[in-house]
């Protein structure tokens, strides 16, 4: 990989989050001849686990397939809260000495790529301690994440200079903020607030999660009994392995099932929460007016959700803001909810490539304008490469492969001494939206987002089998990737 301009390093990823510290496994197992460094804008690793700290922070996926593949996951919870993960991602990447590649307060403003030099030179912004850097290297691996970390998506809402107490966006989450006996409004439907409302109910004095539209809840156990049978017969990682496929079978089971048959499991999931909550159960609350994985559906570990509203602590109401009081807030149908702590759940602002500026030989790169090669690789942009995962399955699922499929590619371009590797995107391949999915922060990204082709291997499957048979064993010689 070179023959032209020295560089001071082989690969940069970019996060140090999940997804990064799987890319640093993948590179270093794979191609232990390349140098590499992981760049991470803030002081930590673990990317979402280590930024969001609101109360009962905790996966949204099964640890078994959000886990990684290399390294098994053997706490006794099979939904993790946040600080049982970041120890994960932490003693991971100790375990296979991916902490010491790590450089923290490296925030990659601007990365621009050369053909004549074929290499990146990447601008680290300045800090108290340091001056802007530049960083020089050959492959570019982008793995932090599709959101702003800066800031959520924060609505403007009349009148909430007026309101008396307190707002939180949560993933700005005060340390200070005490709750208790507070009576709270959570606004959102999403995993944020199906999160919240159950952990505040413990101690606030009422708990109200205010929707504009109701979701679907998904209820599962908290703990996997399999899975701990298994591990007390099995060795860690086979154990591991099994209830990984098991899981990753059931998921895309489930989805596929959803798409194909919407109103029967709109029926099933619906039937579900009247169960658990009894006399509790408003149809109006519940009743999604889209279809099943048109948007994610939420996991509820163990139910803590219908629990809460069971209990009187926590209820749920759809309705619209007609402004915020200084109490409260009064609704469109005019009912008025006190509170003394307003939480805008109102979802992520999707931020990509970590909000780095991208050149190709000066040419400014608009990511709306580009195909991804298999949600791998960007259309006419060389030795470069996402880590994205799933919107139906746990993210860490596509991103394992994607990992898998870079390092592939570096392998392949060792071996055949290339230097370069773009995916020509042809328009005869069709384009579509890259993402088939009715969440709102999807919708407001949709100028930002990356297109994909109508065909493979331009079309992006949401199908864990399809992407590791084509990821894991395609070949690389196939007239979309050009080697130079």
């Not at 803001?321 to 469109?332: D, M, N, Q």
């Amino acid at each position: 990989m070179n023959k032209h301009k020295p560089a001071d390093l082989d690969v940069v990823i970019i996060g140090a989050g999940l997804s990064g510290i799987g890319a640093a496994y993948h590179i270093q197992t794979h191609c232990p001849e390349l140098s590499y460094t992981v760049l991470e804008g803030r002081s930590a690793m673990g990317g979402t686990w280590d930024l969001f700290r609101y109360p009962g922070i905790r996966s949204d996926s099964d640890m078994y397939t959000l886990g990684f593949s290399f390294n098994p996951w053997t706490e006794g919870e099979a939904i993790a809260d946040g600080l049982a993960i970041l120890r994960y991602i932490q003693s991971t990447a100790e375990k296979f000495g991916i902490d010491k590649r790590i450089r923290y307060d490296h925030k990659v403003i601007a990365a621009d790529w050369s053909d004549a030099d074929a290499l990146w030179t990447l601008r680290i912004a300045a800090t108290d301690q340091a001056p802007e850097q530049r960083i020089t290297c050959r492959f570019l691996f982008t793995c932090c994440g599709y959101y702003d970390y800066a800031q959520g998506h924060a609505p403007q809402f009349p009148g909430s200079e007026d309101f008396r107490g307190t707002i939180v966006h949560p993933q700005h989450w005060p340390k200070d903020l005490d709750h208790r006996n507070k009576r709270v409004v959570v606004i959102g439907s999403g995993a944020t607030a199906v999160t919240l409302v159950p952990e505040l109910a413990r101690e606030a004095a009422h708990v109200t999660m205010l929707q504009r539209s109701p979701t679907y809840y998904l209820k599962l156990p908290r703990k996997d009994r399999t899975a701990a049978r298994l591990r007390r017969l099995l060795p860690d990682r086979m154990a591991y392995g099994l209830v990984r496929w098991r899981n990753i079978l059931f998921s895309l089971g489930f989805y596929q099932v959803s798409r194909k048959w919407p109103q029967a499991v709109a029926r099933f999931l619906k039937k579900g929460a009247r169960k658990a909550l009894g006399d509790q159960y408003h149809d109006a609350d519940f009743s999604p007016r889209y279809a099943p994985w048109d948007q994610r559906l939420c996991v509820i570990p163990d139910g803590d959700l219908f629990q809460a509203i069971r209990s009187g602590k926590a209820e749920v109401v759809t309705d619209s803001i007609e402004r915020f009081t200084p109490a409260g807030i009064t609704l469109a149908s005019g009912r008025a909810l006190e509170a003394d702590i307003i939480i805008t759940a109102t979802g992520l602002k999707v931020q990509l490539l970590g909000g780095m500026q991208v050149t190709v030989n000066g040419q400014g790169m608009n990511t709306g304008d580009i195909h991804c090669y298999r949600g791998v690789m960007f259309g006419g942009v060389p030795n470069f490469a996402v880590a994205i995962g799933y919107t139906n399955a746990s993210w860490t699922l596509k991103c394992d492969l994607n990992c898998g499929f870079v390092a592939r590619v570096l392998q392949h371009m060792a071996r055949h001494r290339y230097s370069t590797v773009t995916p020509r995107y042809q328009e005869s391949l069709g384009s579509e939206p890259l993402l088939d999915f009715d969440a709102n922060y999807i919708k407001r990204a949709a100028e930002i987002l990356p297109k994909q082709g109508s065909r493979s291997p331009w079309k992006v499957y949401q199908n864990y089998i399809k992407d590791t048979f084509t990821l894991k064993y395609s070949k690389l010689e196939d007239g979309h990737l050009e080697f130079r």
